[in-house]
């Protein structure tokens, strides 16, 4: 048990590690070069598989982890890079697990109709200033800096800087990011979605601000 303290935060941080360095590696390929290498996943099980790896910091760190998803988007299957689509969602979730409040909820979702939409949200101590966000997206460095005690608070992770380059550059697709109070991800019941939780869910009674990300890629579907 003792040894297992000591290793699971090298463990972490070795993920982390791994996921910046492949997103890094991506961000200069063009979706020409992309292309090259694509073929026939499903993104679904990529998107629980990419889950089911962070379930364990989920679980460590006290963040419940849920996906919404449609039962008939299960079979569906599309040509893309399979490293970079995991890459993308992997720095995603990783991120939010690192960033999220303790004993609160990180929600995402997925839908496939003529594109593929994946939305990642969770609340976080101090609201996110958006205009900031948009000069790390175009220069990759912060304009101010973050003061020591806030660094582990906000979803500010350079990541997003490369992730949003591999999304647009590598799938010619968009990441948007908002900060704020409103919920962008209805988490009630539905027949549209179904739900499967990686990590218990935690009743969310304080409203702390949110951090929202919406990965929108046009991917070609599998014949």
């Known amino acids: 048990m003792i040894i297992r303290q000591y290793f699971e935060p090298i463990i972490s941080a070795g993920r982390r590690i791994v996921d910046t360095t492949m997103i890094l590696d991506l961000s200069n390929l063009t979706y020409d070069e992309l292309s090259k290498d ?11 598989n990419v889950l089911d790896v962070w379930t364990h910091d989920a679980v460590r760190k006290g963040k419940g982890l849920n996906l919404h998803y449609k039962r008939q988007d299960i079979e569906k299957k599309v040509l893309a890079h399979s490293g970079a689509f995991s890459a993308i969602i992997s720095n995603l979730t990783g991120n939010a697990i690192q960033y999220a409040n303790t004993q609160s909820n990180i929600s995402t979702r997925a839908s496939l109709e003529n594109e593929f939409i994946f ?35 906000r979803n500010e ?4 800087y490369f992730v949003s380059k591999v999304v647009k550059q590598g799938f010619l697709g968009s990441l948007s ?35 929202y990300a919406r990965v929108k890629l046009p991917l070609i579907k599998a014949k």
């Open 38 to 48: 694509a073929e026939e996943i499903s993104p679904l099980e990529k998107i629980n």
């Open 157 to 160: 992770g350079i990541g997003l």
């Open 177 to 211: 990011i908002k900060g704020g109070y409103k919920e962008r991800i209805d988490t009630s019941l539905s027949l549209e979605y179904e739900i499967k939780n990686y990590s218990s869910n935690y009743s969310n009674v304080d409203k702390s601000p949110l951090f």
């Open 119 to 153: 939305e990642i949200e969770n609340q976080i101590l101090s609201e996110i200033n958006d205009s900031e966000l948009n000069e790390l997206f175009k220069k990759g460095y912060r304009r101010e800096k973050v003061k020591e005690e806030d660094k582990f608070r």
